[in-house]
């Protein structure tokens, strides 16, 4: 069954270090996202990628953050200057039509000390 | 008002019971929904999307308000094994999941 494949699967960065995050989709995929979750909170929206490009971002998505498609398989998430607050675990998501269900990778769990 | 709402919880009901909760949507023009299950510390995955007329799956039935803007998730004869939180999803018009809180289930022996 196609899964979507997150690496790494825990990331420990001191603070003020840049981070990147990787994610393959499910191949025939056409919508990329990228959440987050603080430990006991709930999920929240960062980033949608369609078409190559951003198509949403949320007040979190500010411009420490960065997405990029590199090689038409691969979604990474660039976190610069990491701050304590940005530990969570971040989960990558990829949907086949704007409608459809979303599957997710199992996460990166990123600590910053 | 947040996009999704849902009843925290904790549901905290015996082996073979049965348990429903609510969430409810503030996007009128919402198109699609989701109940997913997230275990601890592991990633969201879906348990049913959810139709117009209600659905069913096994011992999950989901129902939709759109008059009301709510949806529902049945369990009917729980297993330990159905202890989880449960997410109430919304893809509104913008193509962007929306997640609630989660309601919190515990099936105890």
């Known amino acids: 069954e196609p899964e979507v494949t997150q690496t790494p699967s825990h990331q420990v960065t001191q603070m003020g270090q840049e981070v990147i995050l990787r994610c393959v989709p499910i191949?025939?995929?056409?919508?990329f996202y990228w959440y987050r979750q603080i430990l006991g909170q709930k999920v929240e929206f960062l980033v949608s990628f369609y078409n190559n490009e951003i198509s949403e971002k949320s007040e979190i998505f500010d411009d420490q953050f960065s997405v990029e498609r590199p090689d038409g398989s691969n979604f990474t998430l660039k976190i610069r200057s990491t701050k304590l607050e940005d530990s969570a675990m971040y989960f990558c998501?990829?949907?086949?039509?704007?409608?459809?269900?979303?599957?997710f990778g199992q996460g990166t769990r990123l600590t910053v000390v | 008002r947040k996009e999704v709402e849902q009843d925290p919880g904790p549901f905290n009901v015996p082996e073979g019971a049965t348990v429903a909760f609510n969430c409810t949507y503030s996007n009128s023009a919402s198109q699609s929904f989701f109940w997913y299950r997230q275990d601890c510390r592991k990633e969201p995955k879906l348990l049913m999307s959810v139709y117009s007329s209600g659905n069913e799956d096994g011992r999950f039935t989901a129902q939709l308000n759109r008059a009301s803007q709510y949806i529902s998730l049945l369990i009917r004869d729980s297993k330990l094994s159905d202890s989880a939180t449960y997410l109430c999803?919304?893809?509104?018009?913008?193509?962007?999941?929306?997640f609630g809180a989660g309601t919190t289930v515990t099936v105890r022996a």
């Open positions: 999803v919304v893809n509104g018009d913008d193509y962007k999941l929306s």
């Open positions: 191949s025939n995929h056409l919508y």
């Open positions: 998501a990829s949907m086949s039509g704007a409608l459809t269900e979303a599957f």
